[in-house]
């Protein structure tokens, strides 16, 4: 149901938007503590090892623990308020604008709307028109879960005003360039490899029908979002990293702090300082984020959808009986 399909017409842009944004809100509440020990990981300058005694991270469990312990379960779920407005936004947006550009393929080309190289395009223009509609908000949820004690943000409106006041309106979008550049293949990935496991899966389990359905969405999902994650990580990297440039002062607790003129003096130094391991620090929180993430994501949207397509179905049998 990923995507426009002339034979089931069932699921209007609109609705796209609603299921998007239903499930973007589901999917962050359950990944946030993921997010933030993968934030932390990849904005820690020292070696993510315990035989580095400057690090203050060196494994998932070892993090956990330390963030409980210094901050509290609550820590898990910091700059969860604008996490939840990037989610459900870039829920919204990124499917709407998917359904909308597959069905224009179908309709103007000659290619096939269920092709994965158009799963692939369509999938990458659909994230690149959602990251700059929400990348003040995720500039904002990466602050907020980056700063330790004593906070510098008091709030999501004290952080808003003193980042315009003091750093102007361009550092909403610290980061874009990156982002941009990795969210395109990302997401190209994703909606790709989902279709493509799909059609592997029926026609290797051709007569599972709709039994387990969900499980299959779930699976496919996930490992979508690990091979894509995978192919496009150090991007991620690069974008965290900006992000928090001008907010120094409230990474001093976690350890070294640097200063990035831009994207490629923030690769030169990465490579120069932590070498090739820097640009894939955090990466296992984050494929076990993106697995997570994207499996349900995936799980919730088509979920979704077809709870929306069965109350249109109810509504409208009764009109025909009348």
Excluded at 27 to 44: A, G
Excluded at 219 to 246: E, H, M, N
Aim: contains cysteine; aromatic residues 12%.
């Amino acid at each position: 149901m990923v995507g426009y399909d002339p034979e089931a017409k069932c699921v209007s842009t609109v609705e796209a938007a609603a299921a998007g944004s239903a499930s973007g809100l589901v999917t962050r509440v359950l990944v946030s503590p993921l997010d933030v020990l993968k934030i932390r990981f990849q904005l820690q300058i020292e070696q993510l090892s315990s035989r580095n005694p400057g690090a203050k991270y060196h494994g998932i469990l070892q993090a956990v623990q330390r963030i409980f312990q210094e901050e509290g379960l609550v820590a898990f779920w910091k700059g969860h308020v604008p996490a939840q407005f990037l989610s459900v936004g870039y829920g919204a947006v990124q499917f709407m604008a998917f359904e909308s550009l597959t069905k224009l393929v179908h309709n103007v080309t000659p290619y096939n709307a269920r092709d994965s190289f158009v799963h692939f395009v369509c999938g990458g223009l659909a994230a690149c028109t959602a990251t700059v509609t929400v990348q003040p908000v995720d500039t904002l949820r990466t602050r907020f879960a980056a700063q330790g004690e004593p906070k510098i943000y008091h709030n999501l409106r004290h952080a808003v005003v003193t980042m315009y006041q003091t750093e102007g309106p361009r550092t909403f979008y610290r980061g874009l360039t990156p982002t941009i550049i990795a969210v395109f293949p990302y997401a190209g990935f994703q909606f790709s490899f989902y279709n493509i496991l799909q059609q592997f899966s029926e026609w290797v389990l051709p007569a599972e029908g709709k039994n387990g359905g969900n499980v299959k969405n779930l699976v496919c999902g996930s490992c979508a979002g690990i091979l894509s994650k995978t192919l496009t990580y150090p991007f991620d990297v690069f974008k965290k990293r900006l992000q928090v440039g001008g907010f120094e002062q409230a990474r001093a607790a976690f350890g070294q702090v640097r200063t990035y003129r831009g994207l490629l003096d923030c690769m030169r130094q990465i490579l120069r300082e932590e070498g090739p391991g820097g640009f894939f620090k955090g990466l296992s929180p984050s494929l076990l984020k993106a697995a997570v993430s994207t499996g349900l994501v995936f799980f919730w949207y088509e979920l979704f959808c077809s709870l929306l397509c069965a109350l249109k179905s109810t509504d409208s049998t009764p009109r025909k009986e009348g």
